[in-house]
């Protein structure tokens, strides 16, 4: 089984910065790639960001391009998602997941409990 527990969401201004983390416990080797989505009221998950475990590749939404960062740092087993210039429209239940090299939330087996990203204008 593995864990994940979300943590770093808020309320901040547009413009403003936050940084989330999910740390991983359990059968870590279930896994390869740990991913942020988002889940704005009344829309799908969307996929956000991407990080192998290694952490030696990432990709990201053509929405975040430039302004988000995904960082592992392997001695905690933590995922950071770095948010600058954040807008309105990145406001969402972020969440956390474990799962294979895939944009799709049909590939991540498992999931954080979610934190709120607010993004006042």
């Known amino acids: 089984q593995v864990q994940l527990v979300e943590s770093g969401g808020g309320l901040v201004q547009a413009g403003g910065s936050l940084r989330l983390s999910c740390a991983a416990s359990?059968?870590?080797?279930?896994?390869?790639?740990m991913g942020w989505f988002r889940q704005a009221p009344g829309n799908e998950r969307t996929f956000v960001a991407r990080?192998?475990?290694?952490?030696?590749?990432?990709e990201y939404a053509d929405s975040v391009k430039g302004r988000f960062t995904i960082t592992k740092d392997n001695a905690k087993n933590t995922v950071y998602l770095q948010m600058n210039s954040l807008k309105p429209e990145d406001t969402a239940i972020y969440y956390c997941?474990?799962?294979?090299?895939?944009?799709?939330?049909?590939?991540?087996?498992?999931w954080g409990q979610g934190t709120q990203v607010t993004v006042s204008s």
């Open positions: 997941a474990a799962g294979y090299w895939t944009p799709s939330p049909s590939g991540y087996n498992y």
């Open positions: 359990g059968r870590t080797d279930d896994f390869s790639t």
């Open positions: 990080i192998n475990w290694r952490g030696s590749s990432t």
